[in-house]
Nanobody, 115 residues
């Protein structure tokens, strides 16, 4: 059973910050682009940020300048630092490889931003 375990979600006011973590096995982490995906209420899941094995990162336009994705190779952990949060950032955040695999989806981390 493949596991990618997300943590760090919560309830925060607009303008606040949260830091999400995703731990997985090194066999997955070391050979894949890792991504953070978001599913907002009533919307399809979307890729928010991705980080390549070498460390280069890409972001969807709505989070550029506010979110930072990073990876710790010793801990096989992917992070998403979210600053200046907005109510439209509310949703369940999942980590997965990019492109995502259906058998890698975990429980996700709920992020709720209040105005």
């Amino acid at each position: 059973q493949v596991q990618l375990v997300e943590s760090g979600g919560g309830l925060v006011q607009a303008g606040g910050s949260l830091n999400l973590s995703c731990v997985t096995s090194s066999s997955i982490f070391l050979v894949n682009i890792m991504g953070w995906y978001r599913q907002a209420p009533g919307k399809q899941r979307e890729l928010v940020a991705a980080i390549h094995i070498g460390g280069s990162a890409n972001y969807t336009d709505s989070v550029k300048g506010r979110f930072t994705i990073s990876r710790n190779y010793f801990k096989s952990t992917t992070y998403l630092q979210m600053n200046s949060l907005k109510p439209e950032d509310t949703g369940i955040y999942y980590c997965n490889v990019k492109p995502p695999r259906n058998d890698y989806w975990g429980q996700g981390a709920q992020v709720t931003v209040t105005s």
